[in-house]
């Protein structure tokens, strides 16, 4: 990632824009609203970083597909409900049996297999030829550390940065064995802070719910819903002690983590942060300027 400061700047002296999408599960789908805005004003970021579901859309909208044809997309596929149960099966690691006879889970979903079915087809197989600059954020199962993909095949660096424990596999990359990056950095914007760069920032960690509610969550829903409560508490502390440039918060409230059949109620919701992203990102270029 860049640190000279003098290189932050494009060549009209507009400082360059880091776009940071946040992991989050269905909830990340309002990254799409962000994208949106920033194709209305005409703006592109010079670099993107995103993790887990900020990852899959990130590296979507690297590859040159617009705001609005990801809206398209996203809709087309939860529209048939048949279609991606199926899809899901012909993703899975294991089959029932296996559980039986404690070979393994029978849920588990290979994250590459899922992004060739899922992803638009203009997606490229590598990260050099994505028309921005992109990153991933993955962790390292073993060493406990961060792990940046920048280079090389795209669908296992992607895949490694959606793998949350139990519900994804791990992915075995470049000698180290990766799992979901929200483990350790959900919103990837600290690397990016330097002079003469915007950092936009979107959060699509799920909020503490204000409702008392005692229903006992499935064995699913708890993995993924345990994962968001670790994002959001991983985000709130890394808000308070550095923030960045701008901090967009999205999401619909009251959305989990695998409802991603809610797909237009999420993106419906998304809307009017469109007008906050324009604002916020008037302002700061008008600041810079």
């Known amino acids: 990632m860049k640190t000279d400061p003098e290189s932050d700047r494009s060549p009209g002296g507009a400082p360059d824009i880091a776009l940071v999408l946040g992991a989050g599960g269905a909830r990340g789908l309002s990254h799409i609203a962000v994208l949106e805005a920033f194709d209305e004003l005409g703006l592109k970021p010079a670099h993107i970083s995103g993790?887990?579901?900020g990852a899959i859309v990130g590296a979507a909208y690297a590859a040159g597909i617009s705001g609005g044809e990801l809206r398209e997309h996203v809709l087309a596929i939860f529209r048939d409900r048949a279609r991606v149960i199926a899809r899901l099966l012909d993703c899975r690691v294991g089959k029932l049996a296996d559980l039986v006879r404690g070979l393994g889970n029978p849920v588990?979903?290979?994250?590459?297999?899922?992004l060739d079915l899922f992803w638009p087809e203009a997606v490229p197989d590598r990260f050099e030829e994505l028309a921005i600059p992109f990153t991933a954020i993955a962790a390292d199962y073993h060493r406990h550390a961060e792990v940046v993909l920048a280079d090389g095949p795209l669908t296992p660096a992607v895949a490694a940065s959606l793998a949350i424990p139990g519900l994804v596999r791990p992915v075995a990359l470049g000698g180290r064995v990766l799992i979901d990056g929200g483990a350790i950095d959900p919103l990837p914007y600290r690397e990016?802070?330097?002079p003469g760069r915007i950092v936009f920032a979107v959060d699509v960690s799920a909020p503490t719910t204000t409702t008392?509610?005692?229903?006992?969550p499935g064995a699913m829903e708890a993995i993924v819903g345990a994962s968001q409560i670790l994002t959001r508490t991983l985000v709130q502390r890394m808000v308070e002690r550095q923030p960045p440039d701008i901090l967009i918060r999205a999401g619909a409230?009251?959305?989990g983590g695998l409802d991603f059949f809610k797909a237009r109620a999420i993106l419906a919701a998304a809307e009017p942060i469109k007008d906050e992203v324009k604002r916020a990102l008037e302002r700061?270029?008008?600041a810079a300027g």
């Open 51 to 53: 993790c887990s579901i």
């Open 253 to 255: 409230d009251r959305i």
């Open 212 to 216: 008392s509610d005692t229903r006992i």
């Open 284 to 286: 700061a270029l008008s």
């Open 192 to 194: 990016l802070l330097a």
């Open 108 to 114: 588990l979903i290979d994250g590459e297999r899922l």
